[in-house]
Nanobody
Framework: RCSWWSLGGGLVQAGGSLSVSCAASGRAFSMAWFRQAPGKEREFVAALMWSGTKTYYGGSVKGRFTISGDNAKKTVTLHMISLKPEDTAVYYC????????????????????????WGKGTQVTVSS
C-alpha cells in the first residue's frame, strides 16, 4: 500500500521553471505524472520505470520536462522548464505496483487505467 505526498507546484510566468515531486512509501514498479486542465481530459505527462530507470514523455512536454527518481527514497520529481500557459493544470502523481508495458505502447486511457494509486494532485499555473 502506498501513502503519498506531493510537493511543489504553484504560479510561474511563461518561460519559467518549476518542479513537482511525489513519494510513495510502498513498493512501486513505475511512477508517472498526468495532468488535467479545466474542461479537458487527463493527459499523460511523463513516467519512470524503476527497473532500468527508463523514462517516457508525452508529446507536448518532450524536450521541456524531465522526470527523475530516487529509488531509495521512492520519490519522483518532474522538472519543468520553458513553461507555457497551456501547461496550466492540476498535476497528478500515480504509480503501478505490478510490471507495466512500456508507456510508449499505451494510449493515455490505457495508462490511466493501469495505475494502481493516485496522488491528490497539485496545481501548476503558468501566467502569460
Amino acid at each position: 500500500r502506498c501513502s503519498w505526498w506531493s510537493l511543489g507546484g504553484g504560479l510561474v510566468q511563461a518561460g519559467g521553471s518549476l518542479s513537482v515531486s511525489c513519494a510513495a512509501s510502498g513498493r512501486a514498479f513505475s511512477m508517472a505524472w498526468f495532468r488535467q486542465a479545466p474542461g479537458k481530459e487527463r493527459e499523460f505527462v511523463a513516467a519512470l520505470m524503476w527497473s532500468g530507470t527508463k523514462t517516457y514523455y508525452g508529446g507536448s512536454v518532450k524536450g521541456r520536462f524531465t522526470i527523475s527518481g530516487d529509488n531509495a527514497k521512492k520519490t519522483v520529481t518532474l522538472h519543468m522548464i520553458s513553461l507555457k500557459p497551456e501547461d496550466t493544470a492540476v498535476y497528478y502523481c500515480a504509480a503501478t505496483l505490478t510490471p507495466t508495458p512500456p508507456y510508449d505502447l499505451l494510449t493515455t486511457n490505457q495508462a490511466i487505467a493501469g495505475m494502481d494509486h493516485w496522488g491528490k494532485g497539485t496545481q501548476v499555473t503558468v501566467s502569460s
